[in-house]
T-cell receptor, first 113, second 114 residues
């Protein structure tokens, strides 16, 4: 069965630290990849997505992610986090022509001032 | 203001009772989705619909039913056959339901069993 794995369930870091969240998927065919974010009290929203072209994609609020096909990975990065980046982050993968998404379990990120 | 609305915010279900969660969108999107979110498990797809009067089962459809009689509405019924209904339910929509599209999510309904 296809699956999406997020390596860390909880991450705590200080402001200005760098953030990297791991995401791996198990599917050998064409994939479209997403990172969604849920800020406290807000709707789940798209952070960035990849479906073709440059494997390094940039999203909102200074986030970027790199698709490495050989490693089945789509890791999310931010060089310097802010307190407002405190949120839950979800990796998601679409493996067929329809919009059916497989989500990872999520990573709760807490940024301390 | 365009978006997705879900109601109620909290819903309580008694044993043996069916309950219906509302989802409405004014984005003029063709595709709509229902997900269930449990702690530590991410989101799992219950049902999805790409066009009015048509819908497909997702990964965990057992114990749930849906209808899509109008483009803007996609209600989810949690039936008494769903033995573990306590969860956070999220509705989403996208323009046409293709795999490259962004899905837009509602605020969610938290269902609790009495």
């Amino acid at each position: 069965a296809q699956s999406v794995s997020q390596h860390n369930h909880h991450v705590i870091l200080s402001e200005a630290a760098s953030l990297e969240l791991g995401c791996n998927y198990s599917y050998g065919g064409t994939v479209n990849l997403f990172w969604y974010v849920q800020y406290p009290g807000q709707h789940l929203q798209l952070l960035l997505k990849y479906f073709s072209g440059d494997p390094l994609v940039k999203g909102i609020k200074g986030f970027e992610a790199e698709f490495i096909k050989s490693k089945f990975s789509f890791n999310l990065r931010k060089p310097s986090v802010q307190w407002s980046d405190t949120a839950e982050y979800f990796c998601a993968v679409a493996t067929d022509s329809w919009g059916k998404l497989q989500f990872g379990a999520g990573t709760q990120v807490v940024v301390t001032p | 203001d365009g978006g997705i609305t879900q109601s109620p915010k909290y819903l309580f279900r008694k044993e043996g009772q069916n309950v219906t969660l509302s989802c409405e969108q004014n984005l003029n999107h063709d595709a709509m989705y229902w997900y269930r979110q449990d702690p530590g498990q991410g989101l799992r797809l219950i049902y999805y619909s790409q066009i009015v009067n048509d819908f497909q089962k997702g990964d965990i459809a057992e114990g749930y039913s849906v209808s899509r009689e109008k483009k803007e509405s996609f209600p989810l019924t949690v039936t008494s056959a769903q033995k573990n209904p306590t969860a956070f339910y999220l509705c989403a929509s996208s323009i046409a339901g293709t795999s490259v599209e962004t899905q837009y999510f509602g605020p969610g309904t938290r269902l609790l069993v009495l």
